[in-house]
């Protein structure tokens, strides 16, 4: 039966709660806004009355029966999968879902190296062996992408033994690997495609937009729909389709790391950003891809300023990219993009989403206006005005992505005894810890990979750009393997 997508089940049970006058002697405790705070000067009592625990009539996130099963049931029909499963804890925890309930320890999975730190702390939980496919390198943009298809059947072929293949799509800057035909490959070797569709929420609501994970025919994928499609931060769902799913598995993983008190606003939030894509979507997208492909025109007329094309990628072998992203590169205007990120938020009070050396990277919504893109279109005309005359030298990155070879797997040494070195005398130890730039947040070096002298002068370089780095260490050091210990403890600790 076709499915009524102006309804909001979830929602409207919500709104009939806070409406309903009903005494709260339950948690939480600001008792439906009772409890005055100054965050409530701004949004005043209404948001508190949306935030309710688990009333009666309001569903249970951990075994979804009412509402929030409804809810789900069209979110599924919206994004073309059998089922969806509602998230509060992001596209992280839906990828921790999805890696930990198909790979059991010792398992393998075969997935880019320049996966999410999401992913690798999947491995870490679940214990299993990760297969990386170096993803196509970009030195003209500094950033690492696709994978090629015929790397990825290669990994298959290698390893028959795989349970998944584990695809990003698209890429934090919009880039996709040919997902069907990898799927088609997988399939045929009984491995599960599993889809980090963290920055492609909105791919199923319009066709001019590469295919969505579901279309493609991947078994799962998770889609961070507060990033693209205009849910409340945090909230995020899980699709599937197809026979090879175990719901028992996933269902009790997905419990497992989820919270007892699941927030309501982030699952209402859910409910009606899918009525609104539904509808919008394919009235707005185009409008918005229109919008970004004007922008790019006028920004390629700004000195020293280069939008970056669909073509660009495609004539690296990219399958596909999202054209509602905007990639500029900076770097020949003699800054990097660090700076330009940095000035364009203190001189013009405009928030990119993220810097590279070399680019920066403005992703838009149907929440986009023209007032918007003439904003960063004019912000960059003034910084371009400012530093071409300076005749600075374009700026290279130096960053190598020498991918660091795997010594153990990232479980193994997560768990191993540790010590901490400073970085510069961390060369040809085994990493204990995972050490990124954030955004994007994808690991330079994991717990297992052994750290080289390339490493150490990525993360030098980037130290020096002003770019944020995480990891456990902080200070100059970074967590190790302590080998002395590490033989004696693997006697006593073998864990799988
Ligand atoms: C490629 C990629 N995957 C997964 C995630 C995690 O998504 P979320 O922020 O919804 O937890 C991110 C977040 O930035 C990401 O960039």
Redesign the pocket.
Known sequence: MEKDHRLTPFYTKLLEYANSHTVSHDVPGHKLGQVHNDMMDFTGQQMYKLDANAPRGLDNLNRPTGVIYEAAELMADAFGAEKAYFLT?????G?LSMIMSVCRAKEKIILPRN??K?AINALILSGAVPVFVKPDIDNELGIANHMAFEDVKQAILDNPDAKAVFV?NP??FGVTSDLERIVEFAHEYEMMVIV?E??GSHFPFSDQLPIGSMAAGADMGSC?L??TVGSLT?S?ILITQGPMVDHIRLRSTINMIQSTSPSSLLMASLDVARKTIYFDGPIEIPKIIEMAEESRRKINLIPGLEAIEKSHFIGRDAFNYDQTKIIVKVSGLGITGFDVYKELFDEHHIQLELAETQIILAVLSIGTTQKDLDALVDALKIVSDKYMPMNLTPIKSKVKYSFPQAYTRPREAYHAPKKYVPLNQAVDEIAAESVMIY???IPIVIPGEIISQDILDDLDFYQRSGSMILSDTEGGYIKIIDKEYWEKWSELYADE
């Open positions: 804890g992001g596209t992280t925890m990828i996966v999410h999401s990003i890429t934090y980090d963290a920055h961070s507060h990033k945090q995020s955004p994007p947040g």
